[in-house]
């Protein structure tokens, strides 16, 4: 699958088989998520890979949206930190790049995911910090639900001429 092809048809999906992902897979989606966009290449991502249920258990007893993992195969905790960050305010920016290459390079892999906001809700960024001990200059910031896509969400059309301005609103 192309990238145009990878983004034009990726879609969240919240359904998932029980089979397993692959390490391997694991790895080259890390290793797409690394090779992510940062601002002045710091780079301050970390990732937690998650695939124990009693911890998806414990993420939906403070995340409303979460219940997906309890089916997932894995999860992908995306955070950083604050002291890899050269321009301050940024790792939100630095993660949610990082994230979409989650997304996609899952996508063409043939597996399913969900991007699951965390980051700015403090209800959320604590329950993480406590179920997963984080350290202070860790901010989580988006949890990635993976698993072999149950669902077949189809593709839509979302291009807006109407949302297309050049040079001036």
């Known amino acids: 699958m192309d990238i145009i092809e990878s983004i034009l048809t990726r879609r969240s999906i919240r359904k998932y088989t029980q089979e397993k992902i692959k390490d391997e897979d694991l790895k080259t989606i890390l290793e797409c998520a690394m090779a992510a966009p940062s601002a002045g290449n710091a780079q301050t991502w970390h990732f937690i890979i998650i695939d124990d249920k009693e911890i998806f258990k414990q993420i939906c007893e403070f995340h409303p949206y979460a219940k997906m993992t309890l089916s997932a195969s894995h999860a992908i905790l995306v955070c950083g930190d604050i002291n890899l960050e050269k321009y301050k305010g940024r790792i939100p920016l630095d993660c949610s790049s990082a994230t979409m290459n989650i997304l996609h390079s899952a996508h063409g892999l043939g597996i399913g ?25 860790i901010i989580p910031i988006s949890l990635v639900s993976l698993g072999y896509p149950d669902e077949n969400r189809g593709c839509e059309e979302r291009y807006k001429e109407e949302r297309i301005h050049y040079n001036k609103f």
């Open 113 to 137: 995911s969900v991007w699951v906001g965390i980051y700015p809700e403090e209800i959320r960024m604590n329950g993480m910090r406590n179920v997963l001990d984080l350290p202070e200059n």
